[in-house]
């Protein structure tokens, strides 16, 4: 019994003495990147076995503080923050095996997408990135936490700064939706979409109060532990970049109130950020960042020792008091209903056909993030978020924003070929997800065209669609790599399609089409040259299928491709010149196989066949360059056959490449191609043999991909040169 009211009185002291302590603030300051180095130093906090009371923090620091004050180690958030992705989280971009199969060939084509609303104004994003990725990061780390709830009730009380465009003020965001509010903290003006909310526009709180140990001390904290990721003023030789501009700016917007709140720090902790950037988030940044963030604090070891001998504290406190903050990420969720918000009840039952997450079902958050992926890549939506309410058994919320679907695009191109190319587009969408679409494109370059395309239906099943295509050729044929013919021809081409169905990777379609070839001149470089070629039209039937799975259009790491074609061409419905209609089969695979990492195997195999007697003109097999279909639609591409030349009526290419990474976005290819060609296809492979091959460098830029190629072949014999920058379109 003595025993029993002894330790009960001991525990009693205890208990009093940490009530009357001094609190301990936490605060963090805002600095991009720069932040990640906030993890480090938590991880000397814990060891040191110092308390923290209250969490303050701004933009990165508020994702850091928040995370830690609902129970994240310094351990857990090191290896979340080394294992994202951090280019596609700062970007509104879906992995392409999750886009629908009419968006992937449109995506990739453009350097500039406009949307036009439904006044026909044109719309300016609020933000270069909506912040679609990196909020449902944030949701993804707060489950739980996702109702609205005052963040004093939090395992450890927090809060973080936004600013406020409307009257330029800041806000202490002390409630509300956790995610939500670090996601407004981190919306660096002109970069991030702001968040609106209760008639506010939220940016990134650095504008007002990058360092607020103010509001630490508005809390209750006693003591303030700061830590200071803000970068230096930079000189005239420091602002060359946007983030160097952006991190100036930051810095003088709040230099005032900065300097007083430095002045309430008791333990200030900076560390060495330099030379990194708001925007470093490579592997080598955010590990260097995280190890100084780590050495600053363990440099401060006495200091950190002296404040626990201040609060009182045993020595024997260390790291594994905080063991029980560990929060474990469950990959499973127990769903009881799920509710579409943001569009109307015609759209909402056919979008959770495509969604299958069902109610009163069990999930993963793979699922989750494979559903959100999928409706934010229709392309209908601003963004697509979600809410988990209640828990254990929660209510999901899928959140759509609808944006206009009409759209002014605009893309660019420049190539040794052709020289410059514009593209030009604008699309009219009479609804969002289902109805009409009326697209123009018109491209500007040595052989321009006009498409006007009208269709019906919606985004995977297009049930019409019609189009029209005019376009002006001027093309020098050649053979064996010398000119042999100048061709001047307008051509017209008008398309019905009967059925379009648009899966994810697979495409498939069925139609037919009119094309008029209305030729002007036609020039021989041989007087004896036999080809008569007079204007003419044909009518054809067409089937295609389509399947890929490429990972990205340039530059793919792993996926394949299959497409088959087959058209049947008249000149009246049912014959050509009174005879037998004649046809064509095409036939492309490609797959990309990895070796390594760094090293990819690219096999490929390409051919055309045309089946029938006295092929018209216009039909015959081409072959040349770099560019599939660059002149005319059967075009095939070739190594070493510089320009456009015509070939048998039976055509098969095989071709390898070699691709290395050298490193981000640079790579280098070594490629062989053999193609082999007759009259006959059943005698194709005794026919004549064409060998050539290349070397290329190729850069994955903003703009698109750059290519510099050199190639030779047997057949031409002369070493090819060939320059890209811009989409291929």
């Known amino acids: 019994m003595k025993r029993s009211l002894v330790f009960l009185l001991v525990l009693f002291l205890v208990l009093d003495v940490q009530a009357q302590r001094k609190k301990v603030g936490l605060v963090l300051s805002g600095g991009g990147a720069k932040g990640v180095a906030h993890i480090g130093v938590l991880k000397v906090l814990e060891e040191a076995g110092i308390p923290i009371d209250y969490i303050a923090g701004t933009s990165m620091g508020a994702l850091v503080g928040a995370l830690y004050s609902i129970g994240y180690d310094a351990r857990t958030m090191d290896s979340l923050v080394r294992a994202q992705d951090w280019m596609f989280l700062l970007s509104d971009k879906v992995y392409r095996y999750n886009l629908p199969f009419s968006e992937k060939e449109e995506t990739e084509k453009y350097l500039v997408s406009v949307p036009i609303k439904n006044n026909r104004e044109l719309k300016i994003p609020s933000g270069f990135i909506s912040g679609q990725n990196i909020f449902n990061l944030f949701s993804d780390l707060t489950i739980g936490y996702h109702d609205s709830l005052d963040f004093h009730r939090l395992p450890i009380p927090f809060a973080c700064v936004a600013s406020n465009l409307v009257d330029g003020k800041e806000v202490v965001q002390d409630r509300g939706t956790l995610p939500l509010a670090m996601r407004a903290s981190m919306a660096i003006p002109g970069v991030f979409a702001p968040v609106r909310r209760d008639g506010m526009v939220l940016v990134d709180g650095g504008i007002s109060n990058n360092f607020p140990v103010d509001i630490a001390k508005e809390m209750g904290a006693d003591i303030i532990i700061g830590v200071d990721v803000q970068a230096e003023l930079k000189d005239a030789s420091g602002l060359e970049s946007v983030t160097g501009i952006i991190d100036q700016m930051t810095s003088f917007l709040g230099i005032q ?3 007083e709140n430095k002045k309430m720090v008791n333990v200030y902790i900076k560390p060495d950020v330099y030379p990194y950037s708001a925007a470093s988030f490579s592997t080598r940044a955010v590990d260097t960042l995280i190890m100084r963030g780590e050495e600053v604090a363990r440099a401060q070891w006495d200091e950190l020792m002296k404040l626990k001998r201040e609060l009182g504290i045993p020595e024997g406190k260390n790291a594994a008091d905080t063991e029980d903050k560990v929060v474990l990420l469950n990959d499973t969720l127990t769903i009881d209903e799920v509710h579409l918000t943001g569009i109307d009840a015609r759209d909402e039952k056919w979008l959770r056909k495509k969604i299958r997450i069902k109610n009163y079902s069990r999930i993963t958050l793979n699922d989750l993030h494979h559903a959100i992926a999928e409706l934010y890549g229709i392309g209908a939506f601003s963004s697509v978020s979600y809410k988990l309410s209640g828990g254990p058994v929660y209510d999901l919320e899928l959140i759509l924003k609808q944006k206009p679907m009409s759209s002014l695009n605009l893309g660019f191109r420049f190539d040794s070929e052709e020289m410059a190319a514009i593209l030009l587009n604008t699309t009219i969408s009479h609804k969002e997800l289902r109805g009409s679409r009326l697209s123009l494109t018109g491209r500007l370059s040595m052989n321009p065209y006009v498409k006007l395309n009208y269709s019906l239906g919606n985004t995977f099943l297009r049930r019409f669609e019609l189009g029209y295509t005019f376009k002006y050729n001027n093309l020098d044929i050649y053979h064996k790599g010398k000119k042999q013919d100048n061709i ?9 399609g009967g059925s379009d169905i648009y899966f994810r990777n697979f495409k498939m379609q069925i139609g ?14 041989d007087r004896d040259h036999n080809i008569r070629v007079k204007p003419e039209g044909f ?18 790491t792993r996926g394949i491709s299959l497409k088959v074609d087959y058209s049947l061409y008249t000149d009246n419905f049912l014959t050509y010149n009174d005879g037998a209609p004649f046809s064509a089969i095409g036939l492309d695979f490609e797959s990309v196989l990895s070796i390594t990492r760094r090293v990819k195997f690219i096999p490929s195999i390409y051919g055309r066949v045309l089946i029938g007697n006295n092929i018209p003109y216009p039909y015959l097999n081409c072959m040349g360059g770099d560019v599939a279909g660059r002149y005319v639609d059967q075009q095939l591409p070739f190594l070493g056959i510089q320009h456009l030349e015509i070939f048998d009526n039976s055509l098969v290419v095989a071709k390898i490449m070699l691709r290395y990474n050298l490193g981000r976005n640079h790579y280098i290819s070594l490629s062989g191609n053999y193609a ?25 830029s ?5 290519d510099v190629t050199f190639s030779l072949s047997d057949w031409s014999k002369k070493l090819g040169f060939y320059f890209n920058l811009g989409y291929y379109f």
């Open 257 to 259: 109130k900065y300097e």
């Open 488 to 496: 001047e021809y307008a051509y017209h081409k008008v398309e019905l």
């Open 512 to 525: 037919a089409r009119y094309e008029y070839f209305n030729y002007e001149s036609f020039l021989f470089s």
């Open 539 to 556: 009518f054809s039937y067409y089937g295609l299928a389509h399947l890929e799975t490429f990972d990205k259009r340039y530059y793919p």
């Open 676 to 700: 082999k060609q007759d009259a006959n296809f059943f005698d194709v492979f005794g026919g004549d043999d064409i060998i050539g091959g290349g070397v290329g460098y190729s850069y994955d």
């Open 702 to 706: 903003f703009v698109g991909p750059i």
